[in-house]
C-alpha cells in the first residue's frame, strides 16, 4: 500500500530539513517557501521511497539564465534538472530502487547566486532552489 506524505513549508517542513536551508520567505501574494544554499539536505522518512516530488521555483529573471540542479542520493545516484522559468514547478525524483529507505538526499545547486551581487542588496546569502511543499510516495 502506498502512503502520501505532504509537507507544506510553514507548516510541517522541519523534521525534513537537513543542513542548507533558510528560513521561511514568501515573494508577494506566492505560497511560503524556504531557499536552498548552494548545498541543501534533506532527511527521509524510514519507509520505502516510490518518488519524491518538490514544489519549486527559481529567479531565472533575476539571474538571466536556468537554475541548474542536482539531486543526489546516498547511492551517489544524479537526477538532473534545470528551472527555466520563475513559475512554480513540479520536479519529481524516483529512486534507482523504488521502495528501498533512503536516509537522505542532497540539493546541489551548480548556479547559486547572491542578491548583493546581482542586485547590489545587503543580502550576502548564495541561493538556490526555492522550495513550497514536498510530497513523499512511501510503501
Given amino acids: 500500500m502506498n502512503v502520501n506524505r505532504f509537507y507544506v513549508f510553514g507548516f510541517n517542513e522541519r523534521s525534513i530539513l537537513g543542513?542548507?536551508?533558510?528560513?521561511?520567505?514568501?515573494?508577494?501574494d506566492g505560497p511560503p517557501f524556504r531557499a536552498t544554499s548552494a548545498r541543501a539536505t534533506l532527511i527521509l522518512p524510514k519507509f520505502g521511497l516510490q518518488e519524491l516530488a518538490l514544489i519549486c521555483c527559481a529567479r531565472t529573471k533575476t539571474t538571466g539564465q536556468p537554475l541548474q540542479?542536482?539531486?543526489?542520493?546516498?547511492?551517489?545516484?544524479?537526477?538532473?534538472m534545470d528551472l527555466c522559468s520563475e513559475a512554480w514547478h513540479i520536479r519529481r525524483y524516483i529512486p534507482p530502487e523504488p521502495g528501498q529507505?533512503?536516509?537522505?538526499?542532497?540539493?546541489?545547486?551548480?548556479?547559486?547566486?547572491?542578491?548583493?551581487?546581482?542586485?547590489?542588496?545587503s543580502d550576502r546569502r548564495l541561493l538556490g532552489l526555492f522550495v513550497s511543499a514536498i510530497r513523499l510516495c512511501c510503501v
Avoid: A, F, K, M
Fill in 19 to 28: 543542513e542548507g536551508w533558510y528560513d521561511l520567505e514568501r515573494l508577494g
Fill in 69 to 80: 540542479v542536482d539531486l543526489v542520493d546516498p547511492r551517489g545516484q544524479v537526477t538532473r
Fill in 101 to 121: 529507505p533512503l536516509e537522505y538526499l542532497e540539493i546541489l545547486v551548480r548556479n547559486p547566486w547572491s542578491p548583493n551581487r546581482l542586485l547590489g542588496s
